[in-house]
């Protein structure tokens, strides 16, 4: 079954504690994105990746990391979190064909920063 | 900077048809695509458009005008599980993707 995975799907944590969260993809996707969710609001980019070793900011990328180092994986990085990184991450993939006008997303990871 | 508008809110019953405006600034444009929303849940997508005109997959249609910088999403023969949040996206081939803030379908029996 095509999809993409994330892990964990909830998390609490405590201000400074470094956490890394996991996106995986069996698709063979080019593209791969991680975006956040506040209340009220759309899906913010934060960072993408192109392929392999090639990943670029979005909108919102402040305090976060990524890495590229395989294809299938995405990792998202927070080095030292802080309250107002609380929020729902989804990462996401997409064929080169289309772009990014067709992404696939995990299923969410709801993060708390106390 | 990139922008997209949609209504917030947006209200029908059920066995009506439904249109979700969307207009958009933005430079590189690729395409503008759709997505759903139920509460709580992964965003699923709905359809796209790379060029002018009309989509149509099932009850849902896209539209797209570039020339007006403006898409609509349609959703025909509304039923109660339509209930969700829509949310337009434009998109350039390079990665960029930007959302709008999305729109609330609340389908009444």
């Known amino acids: 079954e095509a999809q993409v995975t994330q892990n964990p799907r909830y998390l609490i944590t405590v201000t400074g504690k470094k956490l890394t969260v996991t996106c995986s993809q069996n698709?063979?996707?080019?593209?791969m994105s991680w975006y956040r969710q506040d209340p009220g609001l759309g899906l913010r980019q934060i960072y993408y990746s192109m392929n392999v070793e090639v990943t670029d900011k979005g909108d919102v990328p402040e305090g976060y990391k990524v890495s590229r180092k395989e294809k299938r994986n995405f990792p998202l990085i927070l080095e030292s979190p802080s309250p107002n990184q609380t929020s729902l991450y989804f990462c996401?993939?997409?064929?080169?064909?289309?772009?990014?006008?067709?992404?696939?997303f995990g299923a969410g990871t709801r993060l708390s920063v106390l | 900077g990139q922008s997209l508008e949609q209504p917030s809110e947006v209200t029908a019953v059920e066995g009506a048809i439904v249109q979700i405006n969307c207009t958009y600034q933005?430079?590189?444009?690729?395409?503008l695509s759709w997505y759903q929303q139920h509460d709580g849940g992964a965003p699923t997508f709905l359809s796209y458009?790379?060029?002018?005109g009309l989509e149509e997959t099932g009850r849902f249609s896209s539209f797209l005008s570039r020339s007006d910088s403006y898409g609509y999403l349609l959703l025909q023969e509304l039923q109660m599980k339509d209930s969700a949040s829509y949310f337009c996206?434009?998109?350039?081939?390079?990665?960029?993707?930007?959302f709008g803030d999305g729109t609330t379908l609340t389908v009444k029996p």
């Open positions: 933005t430079s590189g444009f690729y395409g």
């Open positions: 458009n790379a060029l002018d």
């Open positions: 698709m063979n996707h080019e593209y």
């Open positions: 996206a434009d998109n350039t081939n390079a990665g960029k993707s930007t």
């Open positions: 996401a993939s997409s064929s080169s064909l289309s772009g990014q006008n067709i992404q696939y």
